[in-house]
């Protein structure tokens, strides 16, 4: 857990770059991954929305990070209300955590495990 709370923290360095300056803006939650189809695990290749409540307007980013792992930024969405959103594409396998960054606050990181997807045009389900 040690490993993912330095690659969290290194995020935030990294992300306070492309924060909007809006005051006291921040994530009001864990990013939803939504259900997988396979209602246990996400597959690799397959498309899922991420969105996150937030308590202001601008700009959300969305990362992914795994132990030993350098964050991977997956999107950017510019916050208009409550919500913020993206498309989250899995590449590799692996336990994971998802999290948003929002004027450099963060939110508490929703853990997810990644299998090999199978699957096209829309459906796609993983083991």
Known sequence: MVGIGA???AA???ATAFAAPAAQAAPAGRVDA???????VYGTGCTY?????????GWVEF???R????????????????????????HRIGDKY????????VSPPTFVRVR???GSNGACIAF
């Open 34 to 40: 939504s259900v997988p189809f396979s209602s246990a």
């Open 63 to 65: 990362f992914e990070v």
């Open 7 to 9: 690659a969290l923290g």
């Open 98 to 105: 998802l999290y948003a960054v929002q004027n450099g606050k």
């Open 12 to 14: 935030v360095m990294g």
């Open 116 to 118: 090999q997807g199978y």
């Open 67 to 90: 132990a030993g792992l350098p964050p991977r930024l997956v999107g950017r969405d510019l916050a208009q209300g409550a919500l913020a959103s993206t498309t989250w594409v899995p």
């Open 49 to 57: 929305p991420l969105t996150v409540a937030v308590d202001s307007s």
